[in-house]
């Protein structure tokens, strides 16, 4: 498990990102990935556009923030004595949020280091869902997320995850002021593509494990720091039953 005051921060980095997604400023966006994507929000001109075909609306097929919540794990999934940390709990609702370009994969790589940590590759969602889950002593922390994208915004948030890992081999942890290391791979057998980041510090009592994985258009999303293996069997497992459940969901 982490250290006490740390795992409460992992709580604390999460709210503002989750507060501004739910405004539609992080978390909402197009196609847009970290090499200059192809898009399907854009004006619709074209052959069909140009004969008066109507253009394609680029939310069909995505779930709402509404839907994406109920596709949540339950408590039950979660280790005994975890309960939901209910101010960090958010969603987009029945809306779609407009699109919005991506910015460039980001390299503040402390950004790895907390809750909401799937918005560092630039691009946004349509609509997500969110909560969080910590034991009893704030000592450990559980996180899910699923966020919806336009056209093929979910393949370039694996990318953009890839290029980010690339770049952030290290940084320094705000609170222990030590070094906490970086790795990541590309993670076979989950979803439509999935991508596994480790954090790791001499400092820290466990690592943490971040999961992302593609299902479609959506893409779930998982921090754990729970267990004695960097947080790597809850997070895999997680990740797992939010995959089934997106897939059911759709």
């Known amino acids: 498990m982490h250290l006490p005051s740390r795992a409460a921060r992992l709580l604390a980095v999460a709210a503002l990102p989750l507060?501004?997604?739910?405004?539609?400023?992080?978390?909402?966006?197009?196609?847009s990935g970290p090499s200059g994507p192809s898009g399907s929000s854009g004006s619709g001109a074209g052959p069909a556009a140009a004969a008066g075909s109507a253009p394609k609306d680029p939310d069909a097929g995505l779930l709402t923030g509404a839907r994406l919540k109920r596709a949540l794990a339950p408590a039950s999934a979660f280790p005994a004595g975890f309960a939901v940390d209910p101010d960090a709990a958010r969603d987009s609702g029945d809306t779609?949020?407009?699109?919005?370009?991506?910015t460039a994969a980001g390299h503040d790589c402390a950004r790895l280091d907390g809750t909401g940590w799937i918005e560092i590759t630039g691009i946004?969602?349509?609509?997500?869902?969110?909560?969080?889950?910590?034991?009893?002593?704030a000592?450990?922390?559980?996180?899910?997320?699923?966020?919806?994208?336009?056209?093929?915004?979910?393949?370039?948030?694996?990318?953009?995850?890839?290029?980010?890992?690339?770049?952030?081999?290290?940084?320094?942890d705000a609170d222990t002021h030590s070094k906490v290391t970086v790795t990541g791979r590309?993670?076979?057998?989950?979803?439509?593509?999935?991508?596994?980041?480790?954090?790791?510090?001499?400092?820290w009592e466990n690592g943490t494990t971040l999961v992302a994985a593609r299902v479609g258009h959506h893409v779930v999303s998982v921090l754990s720091t729970a267990g004695h293996d960097n947080g790597a069997a809850t997070a895999r497992a997680l990740a797992e039953r939010l995959v089934g459940s997106v897939?059911?969901?759709?």
């Open 124 to 137: 946004a969602g349509a609509s997500f869902a969110q909560n969080d889950y910590a034991d009893r002593g």
């Open 139 to 172: 000592t450990q922390d559980v996180a899910q997320e699923i966020d919806a994208y336009r056209g093929d915004g979910a393949a370039w948030v694996l990318a953009g995850l890839a290029e980010v890992v690339a770049a952030c081999s290290g940084f320094q």
């Open 19 to 31: 507060v501004l997604a739910a405004c539609g400023s992080s978390g909402t966006s197009d196609s």
């Open 186 to 203: 590309a993670t076979p057998g989950l979803g439509d593509g999935a991508y596994t980041v480790t954090l790791t510090d001499d400092s």
């Open 96 to 102: 779609f949020a407009p699109a919005a370009p991506a």
């Open 247 to 250: 897939r059911g969901a759709l």
